[in-house]
């Protein structure tokens, strides 16, 4: 429908949320109100650089006026690229290109309650989902973990929206406080819980939610980055279909070999989190990444997600 | 049949007389593991209504299997839905005849079936086929137009 489609908007205006994170709050160029979106969406921006367009996708949310849509930007360190530009190539009043707003986080329907786990700047979706369940009057409950007060982008709007449903944990000060993964021991039957934040916190919350015997059906979360490619190694692929061989190097994805190859695959978030830029694999060993597949669907080795994924040795793909 | 649950933090086991005999072997594997559970038997329908406020004390990793007439099983399952468990948190058991709706893809009618492949809609009088095209929403198979 609108996957390739680009809307022209510009920078309303940019508030300092932190010491590194920043809001953006975005209208449409020709007045008209933006998209709406449901609890969990994000926004792909393209961002203009000498060296051609980098797309970096953020999660949106609008704490504003109706037909706005804000995302907020932490500056990582190191920054691969998209934070630096957002927070010191962007000013009030610039014209950008973003994407449709898009949901590969959405909120369960079937829950009896939801609660979200948010560390740092993975506060970010769950306003929006917060702002949905509001105006559907469904229960929820927050625990956000940073490292103070002054650090806690969104502090105070969530404690004077939802003063009964947030929990805040902060690690620096006084009286520091850690965000535990044994608060998912305390939670009813019929609950869904949500993760964001730094890879680490999302593998300690969801192999606990595995470990105290949830459902991989409660348990959802959202990846900002793809993971670590530290200890990648080279692999060959050959294409069963043109016979065609090439090589991914250890830096770079096999989506962004097949690409560069002209094999046209279609993606979306790029982490492992959405399934659009899935393969078929007709014969290879595969270290599976992603956050899509079910393990069924990984262990059957008939299958890969292009974008996180990677092969042993040499892998042949039904393509 | 059932299958045992591995890596749950607790069992719930729900049977009424009928079905209780094939809950024993799975008590016997959460014994052996470790695994605490709670067995409730129920003879009457009018002591059902105990079993919402159990399911609904639940904490998130608990597992139930409940084992019975088709009847039963239904109202139990409901009663479990209401209350959080999901299809994800609970396997089931019908003794004896599996009762089933079907509706009708001419009329829409709801006929009940027991053992039969075919049917006549009791609405319509069109032949149907029972396939296996079910609707969570509502809880019923397709009839198909009989190919004659």
């Not at chain 1, 008209?32 to 994000?42: M, Q, R, V």
């Not at chain 1, 300690?204 to 530290?230: D, I, L, M, Q, T």
């Not at chain 2, 591995?6 to 049977?15: I, S, T």
């Amino acid at each position: 429908m609108h996957r390739n489609a680009a809307i022209e908007i510009r920078v309303k205006s940019i508030k300092k949320e932190s010491a590194t994170i920043k809001r953006f709050t975005l209208q449409a160029v020709n007045g008209a109100e933006l998209p709406p979106f449901s609890g969990g969406s994000h926004i792909t921006t393209y961002l203009p650089k000498s060296s051609g367009t980098m797309e970096r996708s953020y999660s949106v949310f609008n704490l504003s006026k109706p037909g706005f849509i804000e995302i907020a930007v932490r500056l990582a360190e190191p920054s691969t690229g998209g934070s630096e530009y957002w927070h010191h190539n962007v000013s009030e009043g610039d014209v950008l290109k973003v994407s449709y707003p898009k949901n590969h986080f959405p909120l369960s329907f079937q829950a009896k309650h939801h609660v979200f786990y948010a560390a740092g700047i993975g506060i970010t979706p769950f306003l929006s989902m917060m702002a949905e369940l509001t105006a559907k009057k469904q229960s929820f409950e927050l625990h956000y973990a940073a490292k103070s007060k002054e650090q806690c982008a969104f502090f105070d709007f969530l404690n004077q929206t939802y003063p009964r449903q947030c929990h805040f944990y902060f690690s620096e000060g006084e009286n520091p406080q850690r965000l535990s993964s044994n608060l998912l021991l305390d939670h009813r039957v019929g609950t869904h819980v949500y993760f964001c934040g730094p890879e680490k916190m999302i593998q300690e919350f969801s192999s606990a939610a595995k470990c105290y015997g949830y459902p991989a059906f409660n348990v959802h979360y959202e990846r900002f980055a793809p993971p670590s490619k530290k200890d990648s190694v080279p692999f060959g692929v050959t294409l069963k279909q043109s016979g065609k061989h090439l090589e991914v190097p250890a830096e770079s994805s096999l989506l962004d070999a097949l690409r560069l190859n002209g094999i046209d695959v279609p993606y979306s978030c790029r982490v492992g989190g959405c399934g659009t830029c899935e393969v078929k694999v007709a014969e290879g060993k595969i270290d599976h990444n992603d956050l899509f597949l079910t393990d069924e669907q990984r262990s059957s080795n008939q299958t890969m997600l292009s974008c996180v994924s990677r092969g042993r040795g040499n892998v042949v793909l039904d393509i | 049949m059932f299958s045992y649950m591995e890596g749950k933090r607790k069992f719930l086991f729900c049977a009424d007389s009928e079905g209780v005999r094939y809950l024993h072997i799975l008590v016997r594997q959460a014994m052996d593991e470790n695994v605490p559970f709670d067995f409730h038997i129920l003879q009457e329908e009018r002591e059902e209504s105990f079993v919402n406020e159990w399911f609904s004390k639940q904490k998130m990793g608990t597992y139930l299997y409940i084992s019975g007439t088709s009847d039963f099983v239904k109202r139990i399952q409901v009663r479990a839905m209401n209350a959080g468990f999901s299809e994800h948190d609970m396997q089931t058991f019908i003794t004896g005849t599996i009762k089933k709706k079907l509706i009708c893809c001419t009329c829409h009618g709801e006929n009940e079936v027991l053992d039969s492949t075919h049917v006549v809609c009791v609405h319509c009088g069109q032949d149907l086929e029972v396939s296996d095209h079910y609707s969570r929403r509502l809880d019923a198979y397709l009839g198909y137009v009989t190919i004659k």
